[in-house]
Each structure stands twice: as C-alpha cells, then as structure tokens.
C-alpha cells in the first residue's frame, strides 16, 4: 500500500499558468521528496525537504510542508510544456527504517 | 557510465519462467533501491541493500522474488515461476549515502509475463 495521496490525479493547465499538486500521507516522517517521470528521462528527484523545514525553493519550484497536517504542496510557477508529466511525493516513513514510500501522482499536463 | 543502468528494458516472459533483472547503480553509491510500478501508479518499494547486505525486504511480494547485490555494485531482481500479476515495470535506484538523500533511477525494465 502507499502512504502518500496525490491531489488531484490529473491537471490540465495553459503554458504560463502555475500548477499546483498536493500531497497527504499517514505516518510521522523524516523527510519528504518530489519526483517528476515523463517517459523521456524517467524518474527524476526534485527537491527534498526535511521534517524541520516548512518551505523550500528550488528554481520554478516551491514546496511546503505541514507536518501537523501531515501534507505537502508542490507549487511550479511560470508553467512550461515541458513540464508535463506525472508529479510523486515520496517519503522515508519515519520509522527508522529503509523504505521510500511513493504516493499514486498527480498527471500534470500543459498546454502550449 | 554517468547513470544509472538496467537491462534489459524489455522482457516478455511465459507464465511460470523465471526472470533476471540487472541493475548498474552509480559508482560509489552505497545504497540501491528495487520498485515496482503498475501501470497509472507510483512505484511499489520491494527492497533496499545498503553496499551488500539486504536491510529491507518488506516490500517483496512473494518468496518467488529473490534480489542480490553480492558484490556492494550490481544488483539483480529475480523472479521465479513469473505470474501475469508480476507484469509491472521494475524500477532500480541507487543513492551516495545511507539513509536519506536523493535517489537516481534507471529507466525501468518493462515485464510482461503471458
């Protein structure tokens, strides 16, 4: 089963416009990643951000973290057709343990 | 090479084959990941090595699934006696330190048992 639940399954949005994906999940955590896949280059990291963190930039990107919520967003401002592909947050499940726990992902799509 | 590799990328196999699925982490990478990802999901975590002990095999979803890393570097996924429901792509990721950090994945190996 997996921890994280992407919100919403599929976005549809012009070239220009920033997309907005969420991420809820069960258990306390370490830390919480985002992936970006498209069939081009795979699976690819794209910022990490540690339970004690609120928010994190990165370029376009910009994440922010509720541990009392137990959810994260992921904000991509200035979105481009390149950026379409499947968005996952991923985390480490808090227990001391090894494994990457990977929400179902939101489907971004943008539109030029 | 600069990533991380697997081999093959594609594999069709007959209902009750046994399959071997290759991984080349990064060099130096202590850490290596196995996931499985259904078409339309987020990867499935099977196993994790660090260097070459098995630390977490959890995921694995039968005894029919069997990984090793003998060496600390390549890896191999096998799966005996295949079932349709192991048709998956088979995701391998390697990562420099021990726990936390970010990973690097391979393109995938697409299984396809008939």
């Known amino acids: 089963s997996q921890q994280g639940e992407e919100d919403p399954q599929a976005l549809s949005i012009q070239e220009g416009e920033n997309a907005t994906m969420n991420c809820s999940y069960k258990?306390?955590?370490?830390?919480l990643q985002w992936y970006r896949q498209n069939s081009g280059r795979g699976l690819v990291h794209l910022i990490l951000?540690?339970?004690?963190?609120r928010e994190k930039h990165s370029g376009r990107l910009r994440v922010t973290l509720d541990t009392s919520k137990k959810s994260s967003s992921l904000l991509i401002t200035a979105s481009r057709a390149a950026d379409t592909a499947s968005y996952f947050c991923?985390?480490?499940?808090?227990?001391?343990?090894?494994?990457?726990?990977f929400g179902a992902g939101t489907r971004l799509f943008v539109k030029a | 090479g600069a990533g991380v590799s697997q081999s093959p990328r594609y594999k069709v196999a007959k209902r009750g084959q046994d399959v071997a699925l290759r991984c080349d982490p990064i060099?130096?990478?202590?850490?290596l990941f196995w996931y499985q990802q259904a078409l339309g999901q987020g990867p499935e975590f099977l196993t994790y090595?660090?260097?070459?002990?098995?630390?977490?095999k959890s995921g694995l979803p039968s005894d029919r699934f069997f990984a090793e890393r003998p060496e600390g570097s390549v890896s191999t996924l096998k799966i005996q006696r295949t079932q349709q429901e192991d048709s998956a792509v088979y995701l391998c990721a390697s990562s420099l330190g021990r726990t936390e950090g970010e990973q690097f994945f391979g393109p995938g190996t697409r299984l396809t048992v008939l």
């Open positions: 090595f660090q260097n070459e002990a098995q630390l977490d």
């Open positions: 060099s130096g990478h202590v850490s």
């Open positions: 258990t306390s955590i370490n830390n």
């Open positions: 951000i540690r339970s004690n963190e």
């Open positions: 991923a985390t480490d499940g808090g227990t001391g343990g090894f494994k990457t726990i």
